[in-house]
């Protein structure tokens, strides 16, 4: 059975820093684009960053670029979203998405508040 599995979300304050962990099983991941997203109260669902199937690429969207990073573990069958320089406006449910030509697998979700 397919699995996505995320974890390490919470509260921070504002300026520190999170390590959200997503941990997949039941498909062949080295093969999968893996995606974090989020969706903050009253929001779409956004891509937050994405890295490709050998970990060689990645992309980011504006608002986090220069705080995320996005990484990879082929051998583990684990990708890593670490963020600093969190803000109020991170505030979201991130989750982990992996994509291999039509066959997509999302996980549950992950809360992080940023608030003092």
């Known amino acids: 059975q397919v699995q996505v599995v995320e974890s390490g979300g919470g509260l921070v304050q504002p300026g520190g820093s999170l390590r959200l962990s997503c941990a997949a099983s039941?498909?062949?991941?080295?093969?999968?684009?893996m995606s974090w997203y989020r969706q903050a109260p009253g929001k779409e669902r956004d891509m937050v960053a994405t890295?490709?199937?050998?970990?060689?690429?990645?992309n980011y969207s504006d608002s986090v670029k220069g705080r995320f990073t996005i990484s990879r573990d082929n051998a583990k069958n684990m990708v890593y979203l670490q963020m600093n320089a969190l803000k109020p406006e991170d505030t979201a449910v991130y989750y982990c998405?992996?994509?291999?030509?039509?066959?997509?697998?999302w996980g549950q979700g992950t809360q992080v508040t940023v608030s003092s």
């Open positions: 998405n992996a994509r291999y030509l039509r066959a997509t697998f």
């Open positions: 039941g498909f062949t991941f080295s093969l999968y684009d």
């Open positions: 890295v490709t199937w050998a970990g060689l690429s990645s």
